[in-house]
């Protein structure tokens, strides 16, 4: 605060007035009274000179922060920005950096101010418009005075403390409008401050630049040898007066440094690379000096400086020698005192145990490592610890280190369990020399965390089993024991379930794992299941009829029993009826043909790593030795969803997803509760930017190849029909004619099940679930022909304009479908944003000799990805309120096509994926929903209002949404279907 003649005595009686006040309401009668005084300061006669406007707006800043509202005084503080006085106009700009927002009437003046003391010639005018606007910068103003800044950080002739504030204003200016910024003459400019004799300067323009390189790499490749030069000078100094950190030389300085050199790769010229190369052996070299002062700070200064080089050695990963004492520096503070040391060295050591000049000397830490897992205290130091055994296992420690890491997944601490598993998982898999090994380790993991247990854990397992023969006599066998113990996880009855119902057989001969004994264990813990591990359990039941003919009456009766047949869960219900006839009426070759064993599973990447990949940021090696190579084949794909029905081409599997007819949901967890209020205020901010199927019939042997056909469906070149084809995409419709399918308005509300279209020759039909911004559809083509379909072959089409708004992926299907079959196809749909046109779906094939092609439309819209939203009368009007832009709102007033009662319209406002909000609207008659449309990109809110007029027979539909014309497609989607 400004002293002697200028100290604005007013202004502290009146802050020791507010201290002395003994209550909240005597506060507040001494400020009303300040705020008429000064009021009427304000709108006297009297002109009020510099110091008084300076005085009275001081008094105003100070009640404004003390939380009570300032509404004038902002002529004022734009006035002070004139005067000519630094304390004046210090305080104005002060006034204005919190008081003012970009929308006010008087911005227009704050920024004319900006620029005329950008032009003085007095630097601290300069330096407080600099600070103004890194304080309150918009785009606007960016674009109206962002070449001001640059060239007062250029010019020869300003000073110092003025750059370091053009430096930083810059910074905020690019976050601000990043493209105004970019460009080569600058970045020459900005560059060469790297050189300034300032090391004030360096440090702003080197936060800058780092900034910059973000967004244009290339254009500023030329500071890496500036910045190597000024590294080498600071290492190499030994008094930089000013810059001296408790005897560290400029450590902020030399992190920044660093840091920016890590943007680009090892430099090609070896000269600077050898005086880097030289910085960097200095700075190791200082890391084992004796410390020079006692004081943390000295030690912090040096550790910075010190982590910050390693990060560029690994980042560079080309110079062992300097690699290797990185190493061995980082495993001294392995055993330090300081908590953050032992982190950030097992940290660091974990980046260096990817390479491959560092592993070994990693490795010889693995020991104290180990220590640290078992009694360090800090639960992030044992997660880091966790991570570096992780980064340093191979073939020789795997078997010790996946038993130090069960060993401590018992006292694990509960948050970290379940990425525990999935490292354990991948480790004993990736490692494992010994399948039998590889079992017992995931069923003790089962048996230590089963309720951490992934699915993809699970899944992974049995698909080893199925493709690896030898052990699968010996997993039964295991398996089978770990059932028989008196506590047992569900996780464990699924791979148990799934791997006696394909190996049981292996065992059967020994009366103490006899079929009996095998079908009694498994039914003993029925009870006690989910209903999607009593799926499993009813496939197995079904497959032990084919293995164990002597039991199939005691699993008829079990299959039979109204618990079953009449269960409330629809599913279950279904399997039991399906399994039980199928185990009546189909003979025992038949039988036999349908339940056969699994045929093995392709390699593909595993979902355990995948899965790792999204829990965490763990560093994973891209080696030989990863998932994925030929020891064990991987698939990432539920077992369980093909438990029963199996397509089999030419002796190879297809996905697992495709096999299934009943799909479970992606949703498996409660319905989602109402939403939190900032999710919602999110979303609702404008933004800019019938009869069951029969089983499917397996052919255990291929059919004999026919003659290769020279009709091409989709352009592509004739092949063996035998072969899977994948679904093609392309943007732009194709012609589509609705006649084709009259009930698809079905689809746009209420259904998200049934038959697409049906002729005399194919039935395709659909099942789909939505998650989130997520889709999946699995599209079932049914031969009702007498005639197999050849060159099967399917192509999706996205809108002209949604090509980068939907992503559709759909699976391999075979070219060859059977007579009286049906075949499974699953498509994935990604909404990344708003996209406005119904995809399509062509099929073509041909059927005895002549082409056939059917063209649909798929039930993808927008809608689909509806989250329905709770709220009260009080926040739907004001958020409607507040969607009131053009654009925002759309209307539509139509005549009715179906019945108009209360409860077929409510079904139908529910089934577009609306949450119905009672008791908002005043009218009984009217429906109000609220509703967000789940992107990957964004969350878009959308606010719905229906007025039905019975006596005319009218609708009028009224939706407003926060992104401009997402109000207009849904409007007409809904209104298609009333």
């Not at 003012?100 to 630097?123: E, G, R, T």
């Not at 109402?674 to 404008?686: G, I, K």
Request: aromatic fraction near 8%; hydrophobic fraction near 40%.
């Amino acid at each position: 605060m400004p002293r002697g003649g200028d100290s604005m005595r007013g202004l502290a009686v009146f802050i020791a007035d507010i201290r002395n006040c003994k209550s909240r309401e005597q506060e507040k009668k001494r400020i009303n009274k300040e705020l008429a005084n000064i009021r009427t300061k304000f709108k006297g006669d009297k002109q009020l000179d510099g110091y008084q406007k300076k005085k009275y707006v001081c008094k105003l800043l100070f009640i404004f922060l003390l939380g009570n509202d300032v509404d004038f005084g902002h002529n004022e503080a734009v006035d002070l920005l004139a005067s000519n006085k630094y304390t004046e106009k210090q305080i104005g700009y002060l006034f204005i950096s919190v008081m003012m927002h970009h929308n006010h009437d008087l911005y227009k003046l704050v920024i004319q101010a900006i620029k005329n003391d950008l032009n003085s010639k007095q630097p601290v005018h300069v330096c407080l418009a600099l600070t103004c606007i890194a304080n309150i910068g918009t785009p606007e103003m960016a674009g109206e005075i962002g070449d001001e800044v640059p060239r007062i950080l250029t010019a020869p002739d300003t000073l110092h403390g003025v750059k370091k504030c053009a430096a930083l204003c810059l910074l905020r200016l690019f976050e601000l409008k990043p493209d105004k910024f970019v460009h080569a003459d600058l970045s020459s400019r900005l560059i060469a401050l790297l050189s300034d004799q300032h090391l004030g300067v360096v440090t702003s323009a080197c936060s800058l630049i780092q900034a910059l390189v973000t967004a244009c790499a290339s254009e500023y490749k030329t500071c890496v040898s500036f910045a190597v030069s000024r590294l080498s000078r600071i290492v190499s100094s030994s008094d930089l007066k000013d810059y001296m950190y408790y005897f560290i030389a400029a450590p902020w300085l030399s992190v920044k440094l660093l840091r920016l050199l890590q943007s680009y790769p090892q430099p090609e010229d070896s000269s600077v690379y050898e005086r880097l190369k030289e910085s960097l052996e200095t700075i190791l070299n200082r890391a084992t000096d004796p410390p020079k002062s006692k004081k943390i700070q000295h030690t912090n200064a040096k550790n910075a400086v010190l982590f910050e080089a390693i990060n560029l050695i690994i980042h560079y990963d080309s110079d062992a020698a300097l690699m290797v004492r990185s190493c061995n520096l980082l495993g001294e503070f392995l055993n330090s005192k300081e908590t953050n040391l032992r982190y950030l060295a097992l940290e660091s050591l974990t980046k260096l145990a990817v390479s491959d000049f560092s592993r070994k000397a990693v490795m010889r830490h693995q020991e104290t490592v180990v220590r640290a897992l078992k009694v360090e205290r800090d639960l992030s130091v044992r997660q880091r610890a966790v991570d570096l055994l992780y980064a340093m296992c191979d073939r020789e420690q795997a078997e010790e280190i996946v038993g130090e890491l069960l060993s401590y997944l018992e006292k694990a601490d509960y948050s970290i369990r379940e990425e525990l598993v999935l490292k354990i998982a991948i480790l004993a898999e990736k490692f494992a020399m010994d399948y039998k090994w590889y079992v017992d380790v995931i069923l003790n993991l089962i048996r230590v965390a089963g309720d951490y247990i992934a699915d993809e854990v699970w899944y992974r397992v049995t698909q080893v089993v199925i493709n690896v023969e030898e052990i699968q006599s010996y997993a039964a066998t295991t398996v089978l024991e770990a059932l028989q113990a008196p506590t047992c996880h569900e996780n464990m009855v699924k791979v148990g379930a799934y791997i006696l119902g394909e190996f049981g057989n292996l065992i059967a001969g020994d009366e103490r794992s006899g079929p009996l004994v095998q079908f009694r264990l498994l039914h003993s813990m029925f009870h006690l299941c989910s209903n999607t591990t009593k799926y499993i359990l009813l496939s197995t039941y079904v497959k032990f009829i084919n293995l164990f003919p002597e039991i199939k009456t005691d699993i008829e009766e079990v299959l039979s029993n109204d618990n079953q047949v009449r269960n409330s869960d629809a599913e279950i219900q279904q399997r039991a009826i399906e399994y039980t006839k199928l185990s009546q009426i189909a003979s025992a070759d038949l039988l036999a043909t349908v339940l056969e064993e699994m045929p093995q599973f392709t390699e593909r990447e595993s979902g355990l790593l995948a899965k790792l990949k999204k829990k965490s940021n763990t560093l994973v090696r891209d080696k030989d030795d990863m998932i994925g190579s030929p020891r064990i084949p991987v698939q990432s794909t539920d077992p369980a969803l093909t438990d029963v029905v199996q397509t089999s081409t030419n002796g190879d599997s297809p996905d697992l997803v495709q096999l299934c007819i009943e799909l479970p949901p992606l949703v498996t967890a409660p319905p989602i509760p109402t939403a939190a209020a900032d999710e919602m205020d999110a979303a609702f901010t404008a933004s800019d930017d019938g009869g069951v199927d029969s089983p499917v019939v397996n052919h255990s042997t291929p059919p004999a190849p026919t003659e290769p056909s020279l009709l091409d469906m989709f352009g592509a070149t004739p092949s063996d029909p035998n072969v899977v084809q994948h679904a093609q995409v392309q943007v732009g419709l194709p012609p589509y004619e609705e006649s084709v399918q009259p009930n698809f308005s079905a689809f746009v509300c209420s259904r998200n099940n049934g038959v697409l279209y049906e002729d005399d020759l194919i039935q395709i039909g659909v099942k789909s679930d939505y998650s989130g911004s997520q889709g999946r559809l699995t599209v079932f083509y049914g031969n009702k022909s007498q005639f197999p379909f050849q060159h099967f072959a399917t192509r999706l089409f996205v809108g002209q304009g949604d090509g980068e708004a939907l992503q559709l992926e759909g699976q391999p299907i075979a070219q060859l479908i059977s007579a009286g079959a049906q075949v499974p196809q699953t498509i994935s749909a990604n909404c990344l944003s708003v996209f406005r046109e119904i995809p399509i779906l062509q099929i073509a094939f041909t059927a005895s000799g002549s082409p056939r092609t059917v063209t649909l439309r798929l039930p993808i819209m927008l809608q689909k990805f509806y989250k329905g939203m709770t709220m009260n009368a009080q926040d739907f009007f004001a958020r409607w309120k507040n969607l009131g832009a053009p654009g925002q709102e759309f209307q539509k007033v139509f005549k009715a096509t179906k019945p108009m009662e209360t409860e077929h319209v409510r079904t139908k406002v529910q089934g577009f994926g609306l949450q119905l909000l009672d008791g908002v609207d005043p009218r009984i008659d009217n429906l109000v929903a609220a509703g967000i449309v789940q992107t990957e990109s964004s969350q878009i809110g959308c606010l719905v209002r229906l007025e039905p007029s019975k006596p005319a027979q009218m609708y009028r539909l009224t939706m407003r949404s926060a992104r401009e014309g997402v109000a207009e497609l849904l409007v007409n989607h809904l209104a298609q279907d009333l």
